[in-house]
Nanobody, 119 residues
């Protein structure tokens, strides 16, 4: 099992930036990919961005392409989400998740961090 701890959320004005961090501990050697998801009030949890742990291949939701950047520091077992040009519609609880090798789903989740973008 992998334990995930997020940090970096907060309140920011539209057009501003935030960087989220997620540090993994436990069985990190079995990690295939990590990702950021978000859930706004009354909506389903959606994927924001993902990154493979070894190759660094990335995926972004259309709504964040060109504004958000996912990256990882393997030595620190940490994944980051740099969020620029934030919009009020980016307001949500952001969750970090890990996907194990050979498993289709993201099975380990962090506790979530609130991001609020004011207009």
């Amino acid at each position: 099992q992998v334990q995930l701890v997020e940090s970096g959320g907060g309140l920011v004005q539209a057009g501003g930036s935030l960087r989220l961090s997620c540090t993994a501990s436990g069985r990190t050697f079995s990690t295939y990919a990590m990702g950021w998801f978000r859930q706004a009030p009354g909506k389903e949890r959606d994927v924001v961005a993902t990154i493979t742990w070894r190759g660094g291949s990335t995926y972004y939701a259309d709504s964040v392409k060109g504004r958000f950047t996912i990256s990882r520091d393997s030595a620190k077992n940490t994944v980051y989400l740099q969020m620029n040009s934030l919009k009020p519609e980016d307001t949500a609880v952001y969750y970090c998740a890990a996907q194990r090798n050979g498993v289709a789903n993201f099975g380990s989740w962090g506790q979530g961090t609130q991001v609020t973008v004011s207009s």
